[in-house]
């Protein structure tokens, strides 16, 4: 199985930050790395996949990046409404998720 | 529009079989990439990706829960169901189902989650 380590996996920062979370995979992953957000009590939702392609609709301040097994999702200005847990997803062989890291105002 | 909804128990005891649906609008399971994944999450937890079946009828499970899993779709291509047996109170969670297309594992469009819990 492929584990996947979120850091941190709590994360304070304020508006206008540039906040970056990190994932690192138990094997190479080959850039099969996905982002996820989850708000309080909503259901995930896609924001990068395969590390570094925006999904439709997610402003461009969400970025990825990484190779092999270190992975990055930078927020460039940190907004009030990205306060959230966010999870990274591997899915090049099987499926599996980290843990997440919260993201708060400081 | 795309939008998924599922729907269970609520509640049910310790050893019994779990019981999902998910119901779906805006594409229909038929269409050649289409795959609906069943991902739970217990309260304050990560996710777990559980099940999927494709446009083709292939079935995919999490390696580690695969004996206990069975998913399906109805012959209309709008619902897929999941049934878990010998549930125990590790089974307590959120289910969600959730469209992917292109390979299975972008999940774009999510249900709003059922809530399950294993108690006696």
């Known amino acids: 199985d492929i584990q996947m380590t979120q850091s941190p996996s709590v994360l304070s920062a304020s508006v206008g930050d540039r906040v970056t979370l990190n994932c690192k995979a138990s094997q190479n992953i080959n850039k099969y790395l996905n982002w996820y957000q989850q708000k309080l009590g909503e259901a995930p939702k896609l924001l990068i996949y395969?590390?570094?392609n925006l999904q439709t609709g997610i402003p461009s301040r969400f970025s990825g990046s990484g190779s092999g097994t270190d992975y990055t999702l930078t927020i460039s200005s940190l907004q009030p409404e990205d306060v959230a847990t966010y999870f990274c997803?591997?899915?090049?062989?099987?499926?599996?998720f980290g843990a997440g890291t919260k993201l708060e105002l400081k | 529009q795309v939008t998924l909804k599922e729907s269970g128990p609520g509640m049910l005891q310790p050893s019994k079989t779990l019981s999902l649906t998910c119901s779906f609008s805006g594409f229909s399971l038929s269409t050649s990439g289409m795959v609906v994944s069943w991902i739970r999450q217990p309260s304050g937890k990560s996710l777990e990706w559980l099940a999927a079946i494709d446009w083709d009828g292939d079935k995919y499970y999490n390696p580690s829960l695969k004996s206990r899993l069975t998913v399906s779709k109805d012959t209309s291509n709008t619902q897929v169901f999941l049934k878990i047996t010998s549930v125990d109170i590790a089974d307590t969670a959120t289910y969600y189902c959730?469209?992917?297309?292109?390979?299975?594992?972008?999940?774009?469009?999510w249900g709003q989650g059922v809530m399950v819990t294993v108690s006696s």
């Open positions: 997803f591997q899915h090049n062989s099987w499926y599996t």
């Open positions: 959730a469209r992917a297309k292109l390979g299975g594992a972008l999940f774009d469009y």
């Open positions: 395969n590390t570094n």
